[in-house]
């Protein structure tokens, strides 16, 4: 067996030296563009399309809608009241203003976004509204959409957003939670209890449609004739909370199954 030299010993040491090395630990990488998030408006267009063609069916009004969220995301409106100071409340104008606010992707990415905030004399309680496209929302992580393109973030928790709850017989178990994309009362749940079905604002005109809501996917817009479940009953005897006069019960029954939901009534 022929040696090898001292030279070529040398060489694959150097060769295999960086495999022993320690890596240094990954760095949360910056962007330091801001991305501007706009509004969807995608009930708008759907509403718009009924008009334009009133023979379309609610079956196909809906498929049309649900193309639309694939492309666009459904606009979420979110409570965004503890991300401004005392002086953007002070000095907020009659118009909208813009406000960025830097988010952390699911890969650790720092994301800068440029945020549409409400004119905050217009709302009733004095919420702090932006309007954020977006495909899921869950109450740890959500998937927005700014400037064409989906970033998948972890939701601040200074991003609030109307929950409802299915809860047990005893009204005080919670199990299973739905993020609203607006302030809607519940007004039917699917026979397995995983989807919730809210009704559009009534100056769209979408009375054939209702949205249909899941925990982790994104809204959906059904027939209205979805629905199986009854008109649902409000529970007088429920728990109570000091801090939320809104606080509502109603049970919905689809065949033998009863189901109990709790949410806020929008404000008024």
Same mark, same amino acid.
């Given at each position: !067996?022929?040696? /090898?030299?001292?030279?070529?010993?040398?060489?694959?040491?150097?060769?295999?030296?960086?495999?022993?090395? #320690?890596?240094?630990? =990954?760095?949360?990488?910056?962007?330091?563009t801001s991305l501007?998030?706009?509004?969807?408006?995608?009930?708008?267009?759907?509403?718009?399309?009924?008009? $334009? %063609?009133?023979?379309?069916? =609610?079956?196909?009004?809906?498929?049309?809608?649900?193309?639309?969220?694939?492309?666009?995301?459904?606009?979420?409106?979110?409570?965004? /009241?503890?991300?401004?100071?005392? %002086?953007?409340?002070?000095?907020?104008?009659?118009?909208?203003?813009?406000? &960025?606010?830097?988010?952390?992707?699911?890969?650790?990415? $720092?994301?800068?976004? %440029?945020?549409?905030?409400?004119?905050?004399?217009?709302? +009733? /309680?004095?919420? /702090?509204?932006?309007?954020?496209?977006?495909?899921?929302?869950?109450?740890?992580? !959500?998937?927005?959409?700014?400037? @064409?393109?989906?970033?998948?973030?972890?939701?601040?928790?200074?991003?609030?957003?109307?929950?409802?709850?299915?809860?047990?017989?005893?009204?005080?178990? =919670?199990?299973?939670?739905?993020?609203?994309?607006? $302030?809607?009362?519940?007004?039917?749940?699917?026979?397995?209890?995983?989807? +919730?079905?809210?009704?559009?604002?009534?100056?769209?005109?979408?009375? $054939?449609?209702?949205?249909?809501?899941?925990?982790?996917?994104?809204?959906?817009?059904?027939?209205?004739?979805?629905?199986?479940?009854?008109? @649902?009953?409000?529970?007088?005897?429920?728990?109570?909370? #000091?801090?939320?006069?809104?606080?509502?019960?109603?049970?919905?029954?689809?065949?033998?199954? &009863?189901?109990?939901?709790?949410?806020?009534g929008p404000c008024?």
């Open positions: !067996m022929r040696r /090898c030299s001292s030279k070529i010993i040398a060489i694959l040491v150097l060769a295999l030296v960086p495999a022993f090395i #320690p890596t240094a630990p =990954a760095q949360k990488v910056r962007r330091t501007f998030v706009n509004r969807s408006n995608i009930v708008s267009e759907v509403s718009h399309r009924a008009k $334009q %063609r009133p023979s379309l069916t =609610a079956i196909e009004l809906a498929a049309f809608g649900n193309e639309l969220i694939t492309r666009k995301g459904f606009d979420y409106d979110f409570n965004v /009241c503890d991300i401004l100071t005392e %002086r953007d409340r002070a000095n907020n104008s009659s118009a909208n203003f813009v406000r &960025t606010y830097q988010m952390t992707s699911t890969a650790d990415e $720092q994301l800068t976004f %440029r945020f549409t905030i409400a004119n905050l004399d217009e709302s +009733l /309680c004095g919420e /702090c509204w932006t309007t954020v496209p977006s495909l899921q929302v869950t109450n740890k992580e !959500m998937t927005l959409i700014a400037q @064409g393109r989906q970033y998948r973030v972890r939701r601040p928790p200074s991003f609030h957003l109307d929950e409802v709850q299915l809860v047990d017989e005893t009204l005080k178990k =919670a199990l299973r939670t739905w993020q609203l994309p607006f $302030q809607a009362v519940p007004m039917g749940i699917s026979p397995d209890g995983t989807k +919730l079905y809210v009704d559009f604002y009534s100056d769209y005109e979408l009375e $054939q449609l209702v949205l249909e809501v899941s925990e982790n996917g994104p809204p959906q817009f059904r027939d209205r004739a979805v629905i199986k479940s009854d008109e @649902g009953k409000n529970v007088e005897n429920h728990p109570t909370d #000091p801090d939320n006069a809104y606080l509502s019960f109603t049970s919905f029954r689809v065949g033998e199954k &009863t189901y109990y939901i709790k949410f806020s008024t």
